[in-house]
């Protein structure tokens, strides 16, 4: 049988990588991945008819508050926040001249 990762796989992976690896190091990556590709065809094995297919490993829902509009005038309580102010506007530094 021939081997699933060859030594050109694992130059064709450190280039999309952009990693130059060692004669030694190439070894140990073909290990690695031979390791991977072996534990994914475990995987395979298992009897997964009964799972029920989901999106996300946590449940997800919506967190964000409902969006209401207000027609509040809250100028001052705003600009209470600002480190300076002028004539009821934020005052901020000059971004350019």
Known sequence: ?????????????????????????????????????????????????????MSHAFSLHNVFREDVITNEDRKEEILQNAPKQKDGTFMVPKTFD
């Open 1 to 53: 049988m021939e081997p699933l990762i060859t030594d050109e796989t694992i130059e064709n992976v450190s280039i999309l990588a952009k990693l130059e690896l060692s004669p030694a190091e190439k070894e140990e990556a073909k290990k690695d991945m031979e390791k991977m590709l072996s534990y994914i065809d475990q995987l395979n094995e298992l009897d997964t008819s009964q799972v029920e297919p």
